[in-house]
């Protein structure tokens, strides 16, 4: 695992074999930040979140490519500490770990605090509906939500959860979105 773009680009990434980890890759994140450079521009106004942070790939990423702010929630106490350490060792201003069940975490914050939020629940854990939910509350208006599922998500069903299904794709046994609020 590596950084793909930005300040930080080649920057490799310590994955841990832990149960349920299942980083996103390099070919996903070059296809979504593609996305998201075409719809944001300069990420330099960007408050992002990546809110079950695992190995932190999508989150590092979107600072490495300038975004003003990034928090990284992981409930790994282990994994949250090499989170820590990696921001420590690339010099990550403006990048925050915190160690939390990411949903409990995600309550107890303002609405409308970020321009991005990535969600990349643990599959087994079925968590993607009440994550969804817990996203439309925390992004901005104009905001994007990134969500990878085991299964592609349906434009009925993101539009019950609330959502425009912008664009999806799918790669081996991943299926990955970029969602706005509706309205927005």
């Known amino acids: 695992m590596r950084i ?13 074999d ?5 980083p996103t890759g390099d070919r996903v994140r070059g296809i979504v930040f593609n996305w998201l450079t075409h719809l944001l521009g300069d990420f330099g106004a ?6 079950f942070a695992g190995s932190g790939a999508l989150g590092l990423e979107a600072a490495s490519r300038g ?3 990034v928090t990284l929630v992981e409930r790994d106490a282990a994994q949250a500490r090499q989170l820590a350490a990696t921001v420590a060792r690339l010099g990550g201003t403006g990048v925050e ?17 970020y321009e991005l939020v990535f969600l990349d629940p643990p599959f087994a854990a079925g968590l993607q509906a009440a994550a969804l939910a817990a996203a439309g509350r925390l992004v901005t ?8 599922s ?3 998500l349906a434009p ?10 912008v664009r999806a794709a799918t790669a081996g046994r991943v299926a990955f979105h970029l969602l706005r609020r509706t309205g927005a």
């Open 67 to 69: 975004a003003a702010r």
């Open 156 to 165: 009925e069903a993101a539009t019950a959860a609330g959502y425009e299904l």
């Open 97 to 113: 770990v915190v160690c939390g069940d990411a949903l409990a975490w995600a309550a107890r914050q303002p609405a409308g605090t």
């Open 141 to 148: 208006p104009k905001g994007l939500v990134y969500l990878e």
């Open 4 to 16: 793909i773009g930005g300040r930080w680009k080649r920057t490799p990434l310590a994955v841990p």
């Open 46 to 51: 960007v408050r992002g979140l990546d809110l």
């Open 150 to 152: 085991p299964e592609p």
């Open 18 to 22: 832990r149960p349920g980890l299942r």
